[in-house]
């Protein structure tokens, strides 16, 4: 599923918020979701019926790389840069290093891609904040194996083959 804005990842919502079951068909509403996507953020989220898979995907113990492009309200520092693929305290302790590459930059903005191996919670809006800028945008481009490419917001599709066999 490309997860629009805006669309909680949960089965049910308590606060009558849209989740992502609403956008899945009926035949979906028993899967289970590999890794959340906070509310206001976008992308790519797998869905399975696999409980082992989702266990490989998303424990930090097996690595499984998440790619983000995360759009940023300033300008970074090459320090701040390097903090960011070091690791910086968070919630939860520090992150793990991180692939963090700059996409595009102005004066007053930068377009970040991020490559993570862990998933704790809004981690890469908690990071990006360590350093001292905000997150605007963000969306996951790739999940593992699995890449996002021109899935239009809000569809999904089945996996091929070829993306089941590699994951």
Known sequence: LNKPRGFVVTRSDEQGRRTVYDLL????????YAGRLDKDSE??????????????LTHP?????????????????????????????????KTRSAGVFVKS??????????????GKKRQIRLMVEAVGA????????????LKLKDLPA??????????????
């Open 154 to 167: 809000g569809r999904w599709r089945l996996l091929t083959p070829g993306e089941v066999k590699a994951l």
């Open 43 to 56: 992308g790519l989220l797998l869905f399975t019926n696999d409980g082992d898979l989702v266990n490989r």
């Open 25 to 32: 068909p009926e035949f979906a509403a028993a899967a289970i």
């Open 134 to 145: 905000h997150v605007r945008n963000l969306k996951r481009l790739q999940f593992g194996p």
């Open 105 to 118: 930059e102005t004066d007053n903005a930068m377009t970040l891609k991020v490559v993570i191996s862990e």
């Open 61 to 93: 113990t097996f690595k499984v790389e998440k790619v983000y492009k995360a759009d940023i309200d300033r300008k970074l520092s090459r320090n701040q840069l390097e903090l960011l693929r070091t690791g910086v305290e968070i919630e939860g302790g």
